[in-house]
């Protein structure tokens, strides 16, 4: 159901959204749930329907966008069994990605990394590698 703010269009606009981005999130790259058109800048803000100020994002995305919701994400950490140097080594790597690649973002509350579900492909074939 299209609320009163929007174009009588909205159906076939959103479908244009959706294709435009192949039918994935625009942020974390999904394709296997139902998406959701997000509005970049907000319509109460002076933002319009116009493809260029929509995006397609996952309801989860959609939520973090609002500031409500963390956007997907990988948790990954050491299984406490690395000594010293293999530590040292594993700290050098994350490092290293996040210079190259502006990811992944440690948590020294729960000692662990987290990757944002759209770059885990990168990284993994980084760490792989």
């Known amino acids: 159901m299209v609320g009163q703010n929007y ?25 296997d749930v139902p998406l ?8 109460g803000q002076g933002g319009s329907h116009q493809l260029s100020n929509l995006a397609p994002l996952c309801p989860q995305c959609h939520q973090a966008a609002h ?3 963390m956007a997907p994400r990988v948790r990954w950490f050491t299984n406490g069994q690395l000594n ?19 990811v992944p973002r440690y948590d020294a509350g729960e000692e662990c990394v987290y990757v944002p579900l759209s770059d885990v492909d990168k990284i993994t074939e980084r760490v792989l590698t």
């Open 7 to 31: 174009p009588a269009d909205w159906d076939h606009v959103r479908q244009q959204v959706l294709e435009l981005h192949q039918r994935r999130c625009g942020n974390c790259h999904r394709s």
């Open 36 to 43: 959701e058109v997000h509005h970049i800048v907000p319509v």
């Open 67 to 69: 500031g409500e919701e």
């Open 84 to 102: 010293q140097d293999e530590f040292g080594e594993h700290l050098h790597l994350w490092k290293s990605l996040r210079h190259q690649l502006g």
